[in-house]
């Protein structure tokens, strides 16, 4: 190619959107909006400590899940943290990282979020579950963002479409095999409320950080703070939903 083109993915834009031919190839992928070089100020220096540093706060959570035996969400929580964090550099930074761009890595970013979301599913779902339905419900999550996010990863509704369908999923299991008594009382605990809160707070946190370029989070600390947020409502909801971790010591 003759210039570098900075938006250009056929699942994105519509075809030829900048007049230019090469946007019909597959294999071209969105590289963000920061064409202009890097420059190493304050406010970069910043942004960098808070989208990427809040990403260790994972780490409480995937101990949490490791202590309970939950290879599964361990998996998907790490995964999350390195995809944001590589990521979060490739944009700040302007570089490639294994030969991909920050357009590459926000979409492996997105799914392991939605997936994460999805690991709620199993952990309200309790152990009284069946495994069959505990990996029917995460195939299901796969699924759907991996066919939202190949059509469009940089809109919004298409990344709250499996959230939602999740939701829903869940909603589904809950219905028709729950024991509802047992259900609704590993759902009243003070712990569970709290991590619901701190998600609502987390998610308003998310809300202002989308509009970072028009000045409203211009050293991206709201996305940091949807980070740390996300990293202590996952704390919260594993060690509410799931007691073994805690009967066993007692024990």
Known sequence: MGRRVLFCCKTELRYNALGDPECGRHDLVFVGSRGEPVVWDLDTVVELVAVVGSNLLFAAPVWELARRGRACEVLTGLALA????????CDTARVEILSMNAGNWH???????????????????GRAATQAQVDGFR??????GLFFQELNPWSLPCMLAPVCAASVLYAAWAATYAARGHHRRRLATREFWWACGVQVVSLACFARGLD????????RLFHGAWHALNALAATLFVRALDQSAAAAKQS
């Not at 390195?82 to 550099?89: A, D, E, G």
């Not at 195939?139 to 759907?144: E, K, N, P, S, Y």
């Open 82 to 89: 390195v995809t944001s964090t590589l990521y979060h550099v």
């Open 107 to 125: 979409r492996l970013d997105n799914v392991f979020t939605i997936l994460s979301f999805g690991s709620l599913g199993p952990l309200l779902m």
């Open 139 to 144: 195939a299901a999550v796969l699924v759907f």
């Open 212 to 219: 970072h370029q028009n000045g409203r989070d211009p050293r």
